[in-house]
């Protein structure tokens, strides 16, 4: 079973991920806390061109001035799913064990089309070959939220922790740090309850002096509950690369 926690950057994926993990009994070995960039056991090839890829996506240094553009980042971002989704064993949707994934390619989705004018059904497209999950936990954390819990409620001169890319420098956000954090995570929020709501993912809007274990609980009492029938809804692969065939970046 693989179960992903999304939302905006601070909203406490990471976090919530990790004790979802601990909180679920697998029969088959303990939970995965399962990590997006890494693929594996793997050949000495396979490893080398992981490696390349990966380092290409990640591990480039930022700037406010891309000349390449975000329809080259996400393919590349859309190649890297797809090369994991047939690498990692405890990705097949007839793996018996569970993995917690801390946020899918659903973020990069968000921020490409908030980036550039892209079709967001192209976008979503270039995904196809790559599993759904079977339950997407969105926390609906508000961007005042998690600027709090990161930076501090009162620190608007400086970046707080966060990047630029999470400032929202990249695209077009130059207030101080934390109004801009606040205007562009609310974009992201809003592409997010989009998605959310056309794939039925099970939204959760913890209070603001919620626990991360209290989140947690929750989450793991819900998997319990839906258990193999945990599978999100939403518009198959197939649906949305026919409904894509045809149109372009842009």
């Known amino acids: 079973m693989l179960i992903v926690i999304e939302g905006i950057d601070g909203s406490g994926k990471s976090t919530t991920a990790a004790l979802v993990a601990e909180r679920l009994n697998d029969p088959h070995g303990s939970p995965v806390h399962g990590g997006k960039t890494d693929i594996g ?4 090839e396979t490893v080398a061109r992981a490696t390349r890829l990966r380092n290409l996506i990640w591990s480039t240094t930022e700037s406010g001035t891309d000349t390449f553009g975000a329809a ?3 393919l590349l971002i859309a190649s890297w799913y797809a090369g994991l989704a047939r690498l990692r064993p405890d990705l097949a949707p007839d793996h018996p064990g569970v993995c917690v994934m801390d946020g899918w390619y659903y973020r990069n989705i968000a921020k490409t089309v908030v980036r550039e004018p892209l079709d967001p059904r192209w976008v979503e497209s270039l995904f196809a070959p790559v599993r759904e999950p079977d339950l997407v936990v969105l ?3 508000a961007p005042e939220v998690a600027w709090s819990r ?5 620190d608007t001169d ?3 922790g966060f990047k630029d890319t999470e400032i929202g420098r990249w695209d077009g956000f130059t207030g101080p740090p934390r109004a801009s954090f606040c205007a562009y995570q609310g974009v992201i929020r809003g592409q997010l309850l989009r998605m959310a709501g056309e794939r039925g993912w099970l939204v959760l809007t913890p209070d ?4 991360p274990e209290a989140i947690a609980d929750t989450i793991a009492e819900r998997v319990r509950t839906l258990g193999g029938r945990a599978r999100t809804p939403g518009p198959s692969p197939r649906a949305l690369r026919d409904e894509a065939a045809g149109a372009g970046p842009g």
């Open 139 to 141: 926390l609906d954390v």
């Open 158 to 160: 400086t970046a707080g």
């Open 41 to 44: 056991p793997a050949g000495e």
């Open 150 to 154: 990161r930076a501090g409620a009162a």
């Open 72 to 74: 080259h980042w996400i």
């Open 208 to 211: 603001a002096d919620a626990t």
